[in-house]
Every structure is written in C-alpha cells, then in structure tokens.
C-alpha cells in the first residue's frame, strides 16, 4: 500500500484531493518532526498544498450506523494524509 502512494492517479481514485501537491510522495524537512502542537502541523500541511484534503477530512464525520453509537463509538471520519517520521521530537 505504501509503494502504491507514491503513484497520484491511484491516489486520487481512491478520493484524495491532491491537486496542489507538488510531488508525492511528500518529503520535508526534518524541522518537522519537533512540531509539538497539532495547531501547527495542521498549518505546516496546509501550507504544502494539503488544504482540500484536510478539509475533506473534517467534512467527513458523520453519525455511526448501528448499537456502536450507545458504546461510545458514535462518530466515524476519513482517514488523512499519512505521516512518517524517523524520531518524534515534539
């Protein structure tokens, strides 16, 4: 599945919105990894392009099917982009 991320016509038929990305897969620098607040790694992905995906993302939460909303299971969303880093500094 990773080696298939690195290919934008399969990434974007699964419904991802790449269209700013600039290459993919996305490689930054290594000041990214001492990032402690999510507030700021939401800016740094926006600012690489990642605006409509992100955004996809918050749009997608909806109400669970079924008894999981009664076991503290009520909301499901998407997934969004996937974040690999070396040593987690922040």
Same mark, same amino acid.
């Given at each position: 599945?990773?080696?298939a991320s690195a290919?934008?016509?399969?990434? &974007? ?29 939401v800016e740094t ?24 909303? &009664? ?6 969303m998407r997934r ?11």
């Open positions: 599945a990773l080696a290919l934008p016509p399969l990434v &974007m038929a699964r419904g991802h919105r790449i269209g700013q990305v600039a290459e993919l897969p996305l490689v930054v620098s290594d000041s990214l990894q001492s990032q402690t607040k999510t507030k700021q790694a992905l926006k600012k690489l392009g990642l605006a409509e995906e992100l955004q996809r993302i918050i749009d997608s939460k909806k109400v669970r099917a079924g008894k999981g909303k &009664m076991r503290n299971r009520r909301y499901t969004g982009p996937l974040v690999v880093y070396n040593e987690d500094n922040g």
